[in-house]
């Protein structure tokens, strides 16, 4: 008796998949400005700052008395400045928090490329995947020629490198059951 096995395989490797998502930020990057938030913060900064320096000078001649109620004074005034402030302060962190957060993203996925690239360098069937996805963002004109050589230079040297002996099925399947690869 005959029995047929459907296993359905994702057609494109997501690592390629991976890839051109990453094209696509770098494309969508180069589009982007701001705008003038962060000099007025960096404004609001400095006038504190020089607040300070100037509270710093003014203080360092008086005697203890003086000092504390200055520096009770100036906390009170950093108090209120804050409480002013706090508005434009908590959207300040949160922008800090969300570049911070991006760019721990953007570390992972670096990460994550060059784990892909690396085993890329190692599968010739993935590396293939990687130059047909990277030629036809080329043909399709979204990704610039420099890249492209880039990935085949890439495949180039994996090639090179590739020169070691494809085990047989038999080695393969021992490999894996030896727990290898897990």
Request: proline content about 4%; charged content about 20%; some cysteine.
């Amino acid at each position: 008796m005959t029995s047929f096995v459907h296993v359905d395989q994702p057609t494109v490797h997501p690592g390629v998949q991976r890839a051109e998502v990453l094209f696509g930020q770098i494309k969508a990057a180069r589009a982007g400005a701001n705008g003038s938030r962060p000099l007025i913060a960096l404004l609001i900064v400095a006038v504190v700052a020089a607040a300070l320096v100037v509270a710093d000078k003014l203080v360092s001649n008086w005697d203890e008395g003086a000092l504390l109620a200055a520096w009770a004074v100036l906390c009170g005034a950093a108090f209120a400045g804050i409480a002013l402030f706090a508005g434009p302060l908590r959207n300040a962190f949160a922008r800090v928090a969300g570049v911070w957060n991006a760019a721990a993203q953007r570390r992972a996925s670096d990460r994550a490329d060059a784990r892909f690239l690396e085993t890329a360098k190692n599968d010739p069937r993935i590396m293939q995947e990687l130059q047909a996805a990277t030629w036809r963002q080329q043909s399709e004109g979204t990704v610039p020629a420099a890249v492209a050589a880039k990935v085949d230079a890439l495949a180039r040297v994996a090639a090179r490198s590739s020169e070691a002996r494809m085990p047989t099925l038999y080695e393969a399947m021992r490999r894996m059951n030896s727990s290898r690869y897990y």
